[in-house]
């Protein structure tokens, strides 16, 4: 059996590597033209820490994980407001919370490979799929210099939010992106005076209408983090102007810290709009989605990478002993059948964390302070933690 994968991501190099193992030979095609290095400090817990665990992952990413003490929301002096206390929240969460640079986590992905027999997987960087036909024969993804990418008896597309597989296969994306109201930038810059300010803290900026959020890295670097909010009626598109133009604009003043990040932002950040993907149906003839491409939860859910592990180990499972393109079918709906409730799960806490995420006005502001304040009593930690996590983090 043979599958193309599209997107050299986290979900679709977890689910090319599972379905190595099952004897599969696979083909991932990456438009980009090498792995991604920059990218956001998240929280690794839930369903993937379970599935990680179970197909031999979660070694390689307890290697690569960061130290975080606290979490820590500070007025433009960088005084303390309010406080969340990470051992607790990593408790609620199921007792494993792996903090986690994404291109990390990516890279960690990309090297599990190496625990498939050689020659199975091949992932080509710098090829665009293109041309999707699904047809009697299987189906095949044609991309330009590429003529032996051959038919495959199944595609996945692992492309993320903005996935050129779910547009050409089930339509426009404006049919199925469900933007929040907000945009999501990321960066990382070297600064050994930054770095030893803000090691093994994560920071956030208790302001309103925006948020910047800092953390020191390994190697004198310094890890960037900013949400604000999107243009009323923006819908997802593209704002004009430089993105490092627009976020010096949005995040001045914000303090010193933050002012220095800004000056030192590479010309093209991470910048995009945050936003959930609902679509009713994830598979179409031979081809299925997975990961961003059909269920994103959105940036503020903390649950992404979770799920693109958790979901690209069950299309392994259920895909991987077909050994027939008449099982396709039924084990594609298998997948979907058992994975959607958990996506839509954490896509509901996700809703729940961008109605409060970003405070309008100080009564907003006073209102959190007091809710993580509050976080620390016996009884509202749970609540607190629950609407953060929600059932499909627990372990």
Not at 132 to 160: C, N
Not at 186 to 211: E, G, H, K, Q
Request: aromatic share 6%; hydrophobic share 45%.
């Amino acid at each position: 059996m043979r599958a193309v994968v599209v997107g050299a991501g986290i979900a679709g190099l977890v689910v090319a590597r599972q379905l190595g193992l099952a004897g599969w030979d696979v083909e991932v095609l990456e438009k980009a033209a090498a792995p991604r290095l920059d990218g956001y400090m998240m929280d690794f817990f839930g369903p993937g820490v379970e599935a990680a665990e179970r197909i031999g992952l979660y070694p390689r990413l307890a290697a690569v994980t960061y130290r975080v003490d606290a979490v820590e929301y500070v007025d433009g002096r960088e005084r303390t407001t309010s406080s969340l206390d990470h051992g607790q929240f990593a408790r609620f969460a199921g007792g494993k919370v792996l903090s986690l640079l994404r291109p990390d986590l990516e890279l960690a992905a990309l090297a599990a490979l190496d625990d498939v027999a050689p020659g199975r997987v091949r992932v080509r960087y710098g090829a665009p799929a293109g041309g999707i036909v699904s047809g009697g024969d299987g189906v095949r993804a044609a991309v330009d210099g590429l003529p032996d990418v051959a038919p495959a008896d199944v595609l996945v597309g692992a492309d993320g939010i903005h996935s050129a597989v779910r547009a050409q296969v089930f339509g426009p994306e404006k049919e199925y992106l469900r933007p929040l109201g907000m945009r999501a930038a990321a960066f990382i810059v070297t600064n050994p005076v930054l770095n030893a300010r803000f090691r093994n803290r994560f920071v956030l900026t208790d302001s309103l209408n925006r948020m910047a959020g800092i953390y020191g890295l390994r190697s004198d670097q310094v890890a960037a983090f900013m949400v604000y909010r999107d243009a009323p009626g923006a819908a997802g598109e593209l704002p004009a102007g430089s993105p490092r133009e627009r976020l010096r604009l949005e995040f001045s003043g914000l303090g010193d810290a933050v002012d220095r990040l800004l000056e030192l932002c590479p010309e093209h950040p991470y910048d995009d709009v945050v936003a959930q993907v609902v679509m009713p149906g994830w598979q179409r003839e031979r081809c299925v989605l997975l990961g961003d491409a059909c269920g994103a939860v959105s940036l503020l859910a903390g649950q992404g990478a979770s799920l693109a592990v958790a979901g690209a180990a069950l299309l392994g499972d259920v895909l991987g002993p077909v050994s027939a393109p008449e099982g396709i079918g039924p084990a594609l709906g298998e997948f979907e059948r058992r994975w959607r409730p958990v996506v839509e799960e954490a896509q509901s806490a996700g809703r729940r964390a961008a109605s409060s995420f970003l405070p309008a006005n100080r009564a907003q502001r006073l209102l959190r302070r007091w809710i993580i304040r509050a976080s620390h009593l016996p009884g509202v930690d749970r609540l607190v933690a629950r609407q953060i996590v929600g059932r499909s983090g627990k372990g």
